[in-house]
């Protein structure tokens, strides 16, 4: 077997002309000392048809350089006869140490088309490994990728914000962010025509919220205006441009006094409508984990108020989706802690809202929120009697919740204790 592979490796280089070996090919002749001989390829066709790659002998390579030696053996071996030429938008797939450069040279190429495909393919490098992400940083891909959001093409648009989701996540693209002043050209995504531009516009703006710097890219997007734009776009008709511009403002309360910049956008107002009238699930969580948050502060929870929030969470305590009752009743335990949003829980009838839910919840995240509001309103007077007959229930409840539910168990025993109170007892 060993001397077979040595003749037919002997055989693929002659005909290759990388064999040094004296021709035996009588009409073979060598290259001529005045100069005269051919500096290009001899052609031998036994087809005439176009695309042939014949083989040639050791005289005939002796008149070829070796670049076009190399070129015949990349023809031999990759083409076959008859091969169509490549098409004008072909994008092969790139490897080795040029990958960055070939894919966001095409990112910017005259044909939307290899445009496509190389965010496509970038994409697919970043899916792969994250260190592409960091990687071709060096080779200019973000400066690439900002110029990309103002492509004519809208597909395009929305890839190039998607590869800068999976640069933007990582600190050293937080550091080129800043360096490159990018994040005025993230904001102005949300003002394109295109509804799925926005979305991916508003997860870029999420994903620029990191730890490892303290929300400084959060904090530098609020900066330029992000708080507006995030409850204007929270109005869109298109449920996911509602959803990204509630999770890209939840992303806002992680900053020192940022709550006070959307307290004056009024953002509750859109919140409230949008958690009165829309069925996207994912909308609905977004927005009522929102609610949560601004109910934290005390000018949250009189804002609620005006706006009458709660009437349109407690609704979706009965929501046939569990992450969406699981959220809004985690609204409701924010809401229903001032006086006057007791008042207000309890006109809008979340007593009874309250019972059913525990004849037929079997969520625990979700009985362990309502029963922090059964403590909450059972501060009322009113609310006590009406949830005297509800203390077998949470027994119960309690008896159910095992030992590593013991914040459960607490939360259980509390609320039958402020049901049972009465004037001049110590609970």
């Given at each position: 077997q060993f001397l077979y592979f040595i003749g037919m490796w002997k055989v693929l280089r002659r005909q290759q002309g990388l064999d040094d070996a004296p021709s035996t090919?009588?009409?073979?002749?060598?290259?001529?000392?005045?100069?005269?001989?051919?500096?290009?390829?001899?052609?031998?066709?036994?087809?005439?048809?176009?695309?042939?790659?014949?083989?040639?002998?050791?005289?005939?390579?002796?008149?070829?350089?070796?670049?076009?030696?190399?070129?015949?053996?990349?023809?031999?071996?990759?083409?076959?006869?008859?091969?169509?030429?490549?098409?004008?938008?072909?994008?092969?797939?790139?490897?080795?140490?040029?990958?960055?450069?070939?894919?966001?040279?095409?990112?910017?190429?005259?044909n939307p088309v290899l445009r496509r495909k190389a965010y496509s393919m970038l994409l697919e490098l970043f899916a792969q490994k994250a260190d592409h992400a960091v990687n071709s940083l060096h080779g200019g891909s973000m400066a690439t990728m900002v110029a990309s959001l103002k492509d004519e093409d809208e597909d395009v648009r929305g890839l190039a914000c998607m590869a800068l989701q999976a640069v933007i996540k990582t600190p050293r693209g937080q550091e080129v962010a800043f360096a490159g002043q990018h994040f005025e050209a993230f904001l102005s995504v949300l003002d394109d025509d295109s509804p799925a531009v926005v979305a991916e516009g508003l997860r870029l703006c999420h994903a620029c919220h990191m730890a490892v710097n303290?929300?400084?890219?959060?904090?530098?997007?609020?900066?330029?205006?992000?708080?507006?734009?995030?409850?204007?776009?929270?109005?869109?008709?298109?449920?996911?441009?509602?959803?990204?511009?509630?999770?890209?403002?939840?992303?806002?309360?992680?900053?020192?006094?940022?709550?006070?910049?959307?307290?004056?956008?009024?953002?509750?107002?859109?919140?409230?409508?949008?958690?009165?009238?829309?069925?996207?699930?994912?909308?609905?969580?977004?927005?009522?984990?929102?609610?949560?948050?601004?109910?934290?502060?005390?000018?949250?929870?009189?804002?609620?108020?005006?706006?009458?929030?709660?009437?349109?969470?407690?609704?979706?305590?009965?929501?046939?989706?569990?992450?969406?009752?699981?959220?809004?009743?985690?609204?409701?335990?924010?809401?229903?802690?001032?006086?006057?949003?007791?008042?207000?829980?309890?006109?809008?009838?979340?007593?009874?809202?309250?019972?059913?839910?525990?004849?037929?919840?079997?969520?625990?995240?979700?009985?362990?929120?309502?029963?922090?509001?059964?403590?909450?309103?059972?501060?009322?007077?009113i609310a006590r009697q009406q949830l005297a007959d509800l203390v077998p229930q949470l027994k119960e409840i309690g008896e159910m919740a095992e030992e590593s539910h013991g914040s459960l168990q607490t939360s259980v025993q509390r609320a039958i204790a402020m049901i049972q109170w009465t004037p001049g007892d110590v609970y």
């Open positions: 090919d009588p009409t073979d002749a060598a290259p001529s000392s005045s100069g005269g001989g051919s500096s290009g390829p001899v052609p031998i066709s036994r087809d005439g048809g176009p695309g042939y790659v014949a083989p040639i002998t050791g005289a005939q390579a002796a008149r070829l350089t070796r670049f076009q030696i190399n070129q015949r053996t990349l023809a031999l071996h990759n083409s076959q006869p008859q091969v169509a030429p490549a098409p004008d938008d072909a994008l092969t797939t790139p490897h080795g140490n040029w990958v960055y450069d070939k894919l966001l040279r095409h990112a910017s190429h005259e303290d929300g400084a890219a959060t904090e530098r997007l609020i900066a330029l205006g992000a708080v507006p734009k995030y409850v204007d776009k929270i109005s869109s008709p298109d449920d996911d441009v509602c959803a990204m511009a509630l999770a890209a403002l939840g992303r806002v309360f992680d900053v020192k006094e940022a709550f006070i910049v959307v307290n004056d956008n009024r953002a509750l107002r859109p919140i409230t409508k949008v958690l009165a009238t829309r069925e996207d699930p994912t909308a609905l969580v977004e927005a009522a984990e929102v609610v949560s948050k601004v109910a934290f502060f005390l000018a949250g929870k009189r804002a609620a108020v005006h706006e009458r929030t709660v009437e349109s969470v407690i609704p979706l305590a009965a929501h046939p989706d569990p992450v969406v009752r699981t959220a809004a009743t985690g609204a409701l335990v924010a809401l229903t802690i001032s006086e006057d949003g007791k008042l207000q829980a309890i006109s809008a009838d979340v007593v009874p809202k309250l019972k059913e839910l525990f004849a037929s919840e079997g969520e625990r995240d979700v009985l362990a929120n309502a029963v922090k509001t059964v403590c909450n309103v059972s501060e009322h007077p």
